[in-house]
């Protein structure tokens, strides 16, 4: 089965198809970051228009890329939620108007879901069960994976996400939109000693996460600093320490909780170099297994909707054509597979 995914939750476009016989064919993406960068985050009906602009063309590029024609495609995957509603609609008008055209099913991915799945793209995959940290810019959650929608959230972000604490306290240290990886490149050149961060929620029992304050310490701790380049690198080194620190401690907890001996990380936020190097010590030291999906596939794309939306509809599982975009969806009520 062949199926073209799409992917429009916030301010990427992601255009991709994926042959459940010869994996991934194609993958486009279009990042709106220059778009956004002058007002310091995403605004969302910037983000809507521009999806419009740009979904057909990548959609043409991805068939012709797989070296396919309209009529290859089985069946049509799309990004119903969570995101920003406008972005999501975009996505999800155009591939029912497209399912509705080349008479072929359709069916509408969580968004968190095709992340945790990411991983699954690769080589090397992991094997279920497994517990999965999910990290990006609007979600932190740690999940019990048993199968394909048998999911159990353990635990999940009570206020700002991680990938939301990198962004915001790159903003402080004067760093460009999007500054969460501009924040861990500074945090390379710093050093440790220097200043220390709270470890947020950590000192009681559960696997929630809470970073705003941490957001706020590091609010006034910069205020308090000098300005120079050196300070701001020890400063974005002691922040990103804290917040991987605090991921691992509940990656442990989680994985005591369960039993579980592998772990998966996925989202935006399973890029950055500190946190894959301190999830891999964890699992060595607890006999255990990491997986990680490569790095164009941990920022939103169309790939990982395409491989998850093929499980699906493999599985018999559609959408109607009046089905509703899902701004706010909880992981854990997806159906079992």
């Not at 199926?3 to 990042?31: F, K, R």
């Not at 069916?107 to 069960?129: D, I, Q, R, T």
């Not at 002691?238 to 989202?267: M, S």
């Amino acid at each position: 089965m062949r199926v073209l995914g799409i992917e429009t939750s916030c301010d990427e476009t992601g255009i991709a198809i994926y042959d459940t016989e010869q994996g991934l064919l194609s993958d486009c993406l279009y990042s709106q970051v220059k778009l956004h960068a002058d007002y310091g985050g995403v605004v969302p009906e910037l983000a809507s228009r521009d999806h419009v602009r740009k979904i057909v063309p990548l959609i043409n590029q991805a068939i012709e890329e797989a070296h396919l024609n309209a009529s290859d495609i089985d069946g049509i995957a799309f990004t119903q939620g969570p995101g920003l509603v406008g972005a999501l609609l975009v996505g999800a008008s155009v591939a029912k108007s497209l399912a509705f055209a080349w008479n072929v099913p359709v069916v509408g991915v969580h968004h968190m879901e095709g992340h945790l799945l990411a991983p699954m793209l690769e080589e090397n995959k992991p094997e279920y069960p497994f517990v999965a940290l999910l990290v990006s810019g609007g979600h932190s959650m740690l999940v019990d994976v048993k199968g394909l929608g048998d999911y159990q959230v353990l635990g999940e972000s009570i206020d700002d996400a991680a990938g939301e604490a990198f962004d915001k306290t790159a903003k402080l240290l004067g760093l460009d939109y999007p500054g969460g990886p501009l924040l861990a490149k500074l945090a390379e050149e710093g050093e440790g000693g220097h200043y220390k961060f709270p470890r947020p929620m950590t000192d009681r029992p559960g696997l929630d996460f809470s970073f705003s304050g941490l957001k706020t310490h590091a609010a006034n701790t910069i205020r308090a600093a000098q300005t120079d380049r050196q300070t701001q690198a020890n400063i974005a080194f002691a922040f990103q320490q804290a917040v991987v620190d605090t991921l691992a401690i509940k990656c442990k907890r989680a994985l005591k909780q369960t039993g579980r001996k592998r772990l998966v990380i996925a989202g935006g936020v399973s890029a950055n170099k500190y946190l894959r190097a301190q999830l891999q010590t964890v699992m060595k030291n607890l006999s255990g297994e990491v997986f990680y999906p490569s790095l164009q596939y941990c920022t939103d794309n169309g790939a990982m909707i395409a491989y998850a939306g093929a499980q699906r509809l493999l599985a018999g599982e559609t959408v109607e054509f009046d089905s509703k975009a899902r701004p706010r969806w909880s992981l854990d009520s997806l159906s079992v597979i």
